[in-house]
């Protein structure tokens, strides 16, 4: 029963930064694992980023290691995805995703793995 609300989207030049935040309520480390996705236009969602809340690395998709950090606050229980680097291949709406047990059975890239979503942020790069 996570409840998840994305924010932080916009319009941004190629090279520049955002930061997308997703408050998720009723979000526990313990059960839960997070991840960002995004969908392009005539694309099909895609995992971007994945949050491991114990022992493991994070996890990017290759085409924004180096430039994507997804981070987390507990206390204020938000996920962040800090975004550098942007280009136009970053245009999309961007989805923040729980998996509805502690891990993402189908692979941590796949939407199948997520029961929760939340309802997207817009992001554009020109």
């Known amino acids: 029963h996570v409840q998840l609300v994305e924010s932080g989207g916009g319009s941004v030049q190629t090279g520049g930064s955002l930061r997308l935040s997703c408050t998720a309520a009723?979000?526990?480390?313990?059960?839960?694992?997070m991840a960002w996705f995004r969908q392009a236009p005539g694309q099909e969602r895609e995992g971007v980023a994945s949050?491991?809340?114990?022992?493991?690395?994070?996890v990017y998709v290759d085409s924004v290691r180096g430039r994507f950090i997804i981070s987390r606050d507990n206390a204020k229980n938000i996920i962040y995805l800090q975004m550098n680097s942007l280009n136009t291949e970053d245009t999309a709406m961007y989805y923040c995703?729980?998996?509805?047990?502690?891990?993402?059975?189908?692979?941590?890239?796949?939407?199948?793995?997520?029961?929760?979503w939340g309802q997207g942020t817009q992001v554009t790069v020109s």
């Open positions: 009723g979000y526990n480390p313990r059960r839960n694992c």
């Open positions: 995703a729980a998996t509805g047990e502690r891990f993402a059975l189908s692979g941590w890239y796949s939407p199948l793995s997520y029961k929760n």
């Open positions: 949050m491991y809340t114990a022992g493991g690395d994070d």
